[in-house]
């Protein structure tokens, strides 16, 4: 059985959509990453990953996930771009004042246990106690990955959600 699409939940997004379509020009871009950057960030919405580095759609694979985390499915997906998307160069990009840094797998667990009910312990969360310690850990995993394409370039880079600034750290 086919569910209808919930048009009401979203009215706002379809009608938004139906505006920027009506002036939508098609700049003929390709799936390729026009500057050869991959970033990972967090899917906090106060990040706006193309602004942020002065690049425009068609430049940029943007991978987003809570704690802009090195996942196993961001490591499927950089083969995937370093191979055949034109990436040559990933920037992983967490933020400052993130809800992964805020608390430990187990109180995030709890918390939602807590406050709706819902035991989500079989879900890793991936937590950030020291920021720049997981930096370190995720970019060292994908510089240490071998199904990466050859001569991909990683570094690592803390957002500062008050400032805008970007400050590349050493790793």
Same mark, same amino acid.
């Given at each position: 059985?086919?569910?209808? $699409? *919930?048009?009401?939940?979203?009215?706002? !997004?379809?009608?938004?959509?139906?505006?920027?379509?009506?002036? $939508? =020009?098609?700049?003929?871009?390709?799936? $390729? =990453?026009?500057?050869?950057?991959?970033?990972?960030?967090?899917?906090?919405? &106060?990040?706006?990953?193309?602004?942020?580095?002065?690049?425009?759609?068609?430049?940029?694979?943007?991978?987003?996930?809570?704690?802009?985390?090195?996942?196993?499915? !961001?490591?499927?997906?950089?083969?995937?771009?370093?191979?055949?998307?034109?990436?040559? &160069?990933?920037?992983?990009? *967490?933020?400052?004042?993130?809800?992964?840094?805020?608390?430990?797998?187990?109180?995030?667990?709890?918390?939602?246990?807590?406050?709706?009910?819902?035991?989500?312990?079989?879900?890793?969360?991936?937590?950030?106690? %020291?920021?720049?310690?997981?930096?370190?850990?995720?970019?060292?995993?994908?510089?240490?990955? *071998?199904?990466?394409?050859?001569?991909?370039? !990683?570094?690592?880079?803390?957002? %500062? !959600?008050?400032?805008?600034?970007?400050?590349?750290?050493?790793?």
């Amino acid at each position: 059985m086919t569910a209808q $699409f *919930p048009q009401d939940v979203f009215a706002d !997004v379809l009608a938004s959509n139906a505006e920027y379509s009506a002036d $939508f =020009a098609d700049e003929h871009l390709t799936g $390729f =990453a026009a500057k050869g950057l991959a970033i990972i960030t967090c899917m906090d919405s &106060r990040i706006s990953p193309l602004a942020i580095v002065g690049m425009g759609p068609g430049d940029v694979k943007i991978l987003r996930n809570a704690g802009a985390r090195v996942t196993d499915d !961001v490591l499927r997906t950089l083969v995937l771009a370093t191979f055949l998307l034109g990436v040559k &160069r990933v920037l992983v990009m *967490p933020h400052t004042e993130c809800k992964m840094a805020s608390a430990t797998e187990t109180e995030i667990h709890d918390e939602i246990l807590r406050e709706h009910g819902v035991d989500t312990r079989s879900v890793e969360i991936r937590t950030v106690r %020291d920021t720049l310690d997981a930096l370190t850990t995720d970019v060292t995993r994908i510089r240490t990955y *071998p199904l990466l394409a050859p001569g991909v370039t !990683v570094g690592g880079a803390l957002y %500062d !959600v008050h400032t805008g600034k970007l400050t590349p750290i050493d790793i």
